[in-house]
């Protein structure tokens, strides 16, 4: 298949970074100017704004983290608080359905995995794209037990 992204490639939601570390960086920036502006804080206000400023930045990067990284080895998703490395035939199916929040990937052992890096929020048409480029990756590169696909659920 010629239209195969060439790997390694990354999937994020580049639009919906963009705008959380912006409202990062600028949250951070007003939380610190009011904090030395206010002449009646202590040292120790100042500080506590300054450190909810940073703790409200912190939030909005680990938000923004969410990625799927594709290359030769198999397929890493690394959602908000985790990383995990999945093996090309370990991905069963990508699904991006009408309505859903991100990609989830369904999985040999049963299971359903939340892929966040490939999210419909902001840039829907480039999320369908990322869905069909990761789709058509796990597809090219799996191998499936014939018997044991039919009998997976497609929804």
């Given at each position: 298949?010629?239209?195969?992204?060439?790997?390694?490639?990354?999937?994020?939601?580049?639009?919906?970074?963009?705008?959380?570390?912006t409202?990062?960086?600028?949250?951070?920036?007003v939380?610190?100017v009011?904090?030395?502006?206010?002449?009646?804080?202590?040292?120790?206000?100042?500080?506590?704004?300054?450190?909810?400023?940073?703790?409200?930045?912190?939030?909005?990067?680990?938000?923004?983290?969410?990625?799927?990284?594709?290359?030769?080895?198999g397929?890493?998703?690394?959602?908000?608080a985790?990383?995990?490395?999945?093996?090309w035939?370990e991905?069963?199916?990508?699904?991006?359905?009408?309505?859903?929040?991100?990609?989830?990937?369904?999985?040999?052992?049963?299971?359903?995995m939340?892929?966040?890096?490939?999210?419909?929020g902001?840039?829907?048409q480039?999320?369908?794209?990322d869905?069909?480029?990761?789709?058509?990756?796990?597809?090219a590169?799996?191998?499936?037990?014939?018997?044991?696909?039919?009998g997976e659920?497609?929804?």
């Amino acid at each position: 298949m010629s239209d195969l992204p060439a790997l390694p490639v990354t999937f994020r939601p580049a639009q919906t970074r963009a705008v959380l570390l912006t409202a990062g960086v600028a949250i951070f920036v007003v939380i610190t100017v009011v904090a030395l502006l206010l002449e009646q804080l202590s040292p120790g206000e100042r500080i506590s704004f300054i450190f909810t400023g940073a703790l409200l930045f912190g939030v909005l990067v680990l938000l923004a983290r969410p990625k799927v990284v594709v290359d030769d080895s198999g397929v890493t998703v690394v959602n908000i608080a985790g990383r995990r490395h999945l093996e090309w035939p370990e991905i069963l199916q990508v699904n991006l359905r009408p309505g859903d929040p991100w990609v989830f990937l369904n999985l040999s052992d049963g299971t359903s995995m939340p892929a966040l890096g490939i999210q419909p929020g902001i840039a829907k048409q480039r999320a369908i794209a990322d869905a069909r480029a990761l789709r058509a990756l796990v597809e090219a590169r799996s191998v499936h037990d014939p018997e044991r696909s039919e009998g997976e659920p497609q929804g």
